[in-house]
């Protein structure tokens, strides 16, 4: 990871400002401050400040009619939104059907998309969105009353692993997981895709992992997994 260290950057602007214009930029970008004597610097991913530039760039040009920079920001989503839909609806003529209407919702709305900076937000709460409503459309939400009889039932049962266990859970909390921790997505901009608060989001996360963890040790012990709701 490339790191730079700014302390000749702007040198008018006090630092406190320095780091709430890079958060005002960069939403998502991780910033810190450090002192070395008496001096204040400043540590970011200067790799990830260009990529976000590139994109913020490429948007703002799509939204004024450029075709070829849209194609760009699909081909950079590609993968991100082929994983987040293959977790969450799993067979691959959904995830064709997700990605596809996503990308053309994506294309007929992208001039009411205010902040280029919020475009990967923006664009995944789609993704999602599409997914849902495909489960919803073919029925399958399962009730985790089902999902919990046809589990402990089954002689694989004892095999179950961790992916299993998180593909059991609500629907909002299954989603906070896959985004968070299997996508990588900071948790700030996970809270802003589900439309919810980032407190929320921290304590709907720590909440699940306990429930993950009890549902490990309950599976190792050969008992029976329920969530308290």
């Not at 992208?110 to 409503?133: D, G, K, M, S």
Request: charged share 25%.
């Amino acid at each position: 990871m490339s790191i730079l260290i700014a302390c000749n950057d702007m040198m008018d602007i006090p630092l406190h400002n320095k780091i709430l214009l890079l958060a005002v930029t960069f939403p998502y970008l991780h910033v810190s401050n450090i002192a070395i004597g008496h001096k204040q610097y400043l540590l970011y991913d200067t790799k990830k400040v260009k990529e976000l530039l590139d994109i913020q760039q490429k948007v703002q040009q799509a939204q004024r009619g450029d075709h070829q920079s849209f194609l760009l920001l699909m081909k950079h989503m590609e993968v991100r939104l082929y994983r987040i839909a293959s977790a969450i609806v799993k067979n691959k003529d959904d995830i064709i059907d997700a990605m596809q209407e996503t990308i053309i919702k994506a294309y007929e709305s992208l001039t009411t998309l205010r902040e280029a900076a919020f475009f990967e937000t923006w664009i995944i709460r789609i993704l999602i969105n599409e997914c849902n409503a495909i489960l919803l459309k073919r029925r399958r939400v399962i009730p985790f009353a089902e999902i919990r009889s046809s589990s402990t039932s089954s002689p694989a049962y004892e095999a179950i692993d961790l992916r299993q266990l998180v593909d059991q859970l609500e629907e909002d909390k299954r989603q906070l997981i896959i985004l968070h921790y299997f996508q990588d997505i900071p948790l700030k901009q996970v809270a802003d895709i589900m439309n919810i608060s980032e407190g929320t989001a921290k304590t709907r996360l720590h909440r699940t992992r306990k429930l993950l963890a009890r549902w490990l040790e309950d599976n190792e012990e050969g008992g029976r997994i329920y969530e308290n709701k």
